[in-house]
């Protein structure tokens, strides 16, 4: 798939849209756009890609999403079986940063919140205990359209207040990726994050790009700050550490699923990644959370 600028524009002029998404499962696909989204995920379950982040998601999570940060909800595959009756809710919210003019935010009353947006460039997973949140979101449903700008701004001053909260994309891949008229690696980054779990030869990469394959290791290492084989690596690494906290497969399946041909290779790169051995990793992982 390829990487895709999707319109978040509202039809009706309005400052910012409210949607109550209600499909057998999500989008599949991989895509940003201009306005910032404030996701919350009700029912259904997956794999949430934004950025070169790569995790499980579940019900009752609330998501930010900065502008143009590439992102996709991918559902288990439970959900594309044809006798499937499971459901896939999710409330987003798109607006952009001066929904209410070019000033407001500027001022001294508000200005926690500019750096709340600045954080959702890498996007933002919000923890802890989120039913008050998620109840106030749900609210913006049956609300009059001015009656939806007060309520945003409250709930972006309690989000922006908000201690238990994750930064999900690596700040490499953000200063990266630059929508520009130079695009050589936006198709490179929509190919791994589809081809992962596949061979990916440098010559294969730097065809996509465009380049010889000199010339695409030394413009990938500069921009992203380590070599393309580390970077895949690390892709692969963070779907194979979800795939263990599932703990549906054993450590032979998952080295194959994530894209790796040889299990001594994946328990070398999991070591290098996560300082941890799969079985360690999972270990020390459940004696917090259990």
């Not at 963070?238 to 299990?263: H, M, P, R, W």
Request: charged share 25%; net charge positive.
């Amino acid at each position: 798939m390829k990487l895709h600028l999707l319109d978040r524009s509202d039809l009706q002029n309005k400052s910012l849209s409210v949607h109550f998404n209600n499909y057998s499962y999500f989008l599949k696909l991989w895509h940003y756009h201009e306005q910032l989204e404030l996701v919350v995920i009700l029912k259904s379950t997956g794999t949430r890609f934004v950025g070169d982040s790569i995790e499980k998601f579940n019900e009752g999570e609330i998501i930010l999403l900065g502008k143009n940060l590439p992102h996709m909800w991918l559902n288990d595959k439970i959900y594309f079986k044809k006798d499937s009756s499971l459901k896939a809710q999710a409330i987003a919210i798109h607006f952009k940063e001066d929904f209410i003019g070019n000033d407001f935010f500027n001022t001294p009353e508000v200005k926690h919140i500019p750096l709340l947006f600045e954080k959702a460039k890498r996007g933002i997973k919000f923890t802890g205990n989120n039913k008050e949140l998620v109840s106030e979101i749900s609210k913006m449903l049956d609300l009059n359209h001015f009656d939806r700008i007060i309520k945003m701004i409250q709930i972006l001053n309690s989000l922006s207040q908000k201690k238990e909260y994750s930064l999900l994309s690596s700040s490499g891949f953000i200063n990266s990726f630059k929508k520009t008229e130079n695009t050589k690696l936006d198709d490179v980054y929509s190919y791994m994050f589809n081809n992962f779990k596949n061979q990916i030869s440098l010559n294969e990469i730097a065809e996509i790009a465009h380049m010889n394959p000199a010339a695409f290791s030394r413009h990938f290492k500069k921009v992203n700050k380590k070599p393309f084989s580390k970077y895949l690596n690390e892709i692969r690494i963070g779907y194979a550490c979800k795939l263990l906290l599932e703990q549906k497969y054993n450590v032979t399946d998952i080295c194959y699923e994530s894209g790796f041909n040889n299990l001594s290779n994946f328990n070398r790169q999991f070591k290098t990644i996560t300082n941890y051995s799969p079985t360690e990793y999972l270990k020390d992982y459940s004696k917090i959370y259990n």
